[in-house]
């Protein structure tokens, strides 16, 4: 009798092809991630980071192969599952809170409603705002605020409906060092505290490293999973671990093999390469 745990998340020989372009953004992609994991992905431009993480939410459907949330198969969207974009996508014409509380206004949430459950959301929205340090602008417009009080305001939405899954794409590329540091440390609060299992694509193998508890490395041409990386952190995570030996030499062995799987062995050959398919 098989004791193994059912996976939150299990990819099975997963297939995806773009017909009119004729490219295989996916192929036989398998992979297990449990519940309350923090998984982050890595890998060349072109790898299917994305389209992973699409197709697990629903807005990508995949060619071939299994794709399951707890056991049941993935058709579209759902409300267990909530994604964050680079691109924060805030609606400028409501307030901080309004846009937290969005969600709970959509029909699939609002279906068969009490007084009870309003109530509820109200004070599920007042306790994100605290949680994401927003409440000194709640009522305040998006466009009054920086970019990562935005994609402060963006999490705080997407946990707004408690899902079970987080899907992050890029949340912190637009974003300056500093605040990026910020942002780290805020998704493990809320990660530890939500207790929702995670699945955060990045181009940043750093940030990866210090989030996740395992990092996927993906190849391209086609996109598919190359290496699978524990990481050798404590689950509380502090800024100074960036510069402890395991975690430099993690980082080392992830970006040479990044350079391998994308044919490119140094910095040099990528810039001469672009310099040679730049425009005259």
């Not at 745990?5 to 297990?32: C, M, N, T, W």
């Not at 998704?187 to 990866?208: K, N, P, Y």
Request: include cysteine; glycine fraction near 6%.
């Amino acid at each position: 009798m098989d004791t193994t745990p059912q996976p939150k998340i299990e990819a099975r020989g997963l297939f995806k092809r773009y017909e009119r372009a004729r490219h295989d953004a996916l192929q036989d992609v398998s992979l297990r991630i449990e519940a309350n994991a923090f998984v982050t992905f890595v890998g060349a431009s072109g790898c299917g980071k994305s389209t992973l993480l699409r197709s697990i939410g629903g807005l990508e459907t995949p060619t071939g192969g299994t794709l399951q949330i707890d056991g049941r198969p993935v058709h579209g969207p759902g409300p267990e599952r909530a994604m964050v974009f680079q691109h924060y996508s805030l609606y400028p014409w409501m307030s901080v809170r309004e846009n937290i509380k969005f969600c709970r206004r959509l029909q699939v949430h609002t279906r068969d409603r009490s007084s009870a459950d309003v109530e509820a959301a109200a004070g599920r929205a007042d306790a994100l705002l605290r949680l994401m340090g927003l409440a000194h602008v709640a009522e305040a417009w998006p466009n009054q605020l920086s970019g990562g009080m935005q994609q402060r305001v963006a999490i705080a939405r997407a946990l707004m409906s408690r899902p079970d899954i987080l899907l992050m794409d890029e949340p912190f590329g637009a974003l300056d060092a500093q605040t990026r540091e910020v942002m780290h440390d805020l998704i493990l609060h809320v990660h530890r505290l939500e207790q929702a299992t995670i699945a955060f694509v990045t181009h940043d193998v750093e940030e990866a490293i210090y989030l996740g508890q395992r990092v996927v490395l993906m190849a391209p041409r086609p996109g598919r999973i190359d290496t699978v990386y524990e990481v050798p952190l404590p689950a509380r995570r502090e800024q100074s671990m960036k510069h402890a030996p395991e975690f430099l030499a993690l980082k080392r062995r992830i970006l040479d093999r990044i350079r391998e799987t994308s044919g490119m062995q140094t910095d040099l050959e990528l810039l001469e390469q672009l310099s040679r398919t730049a425009p005259a």
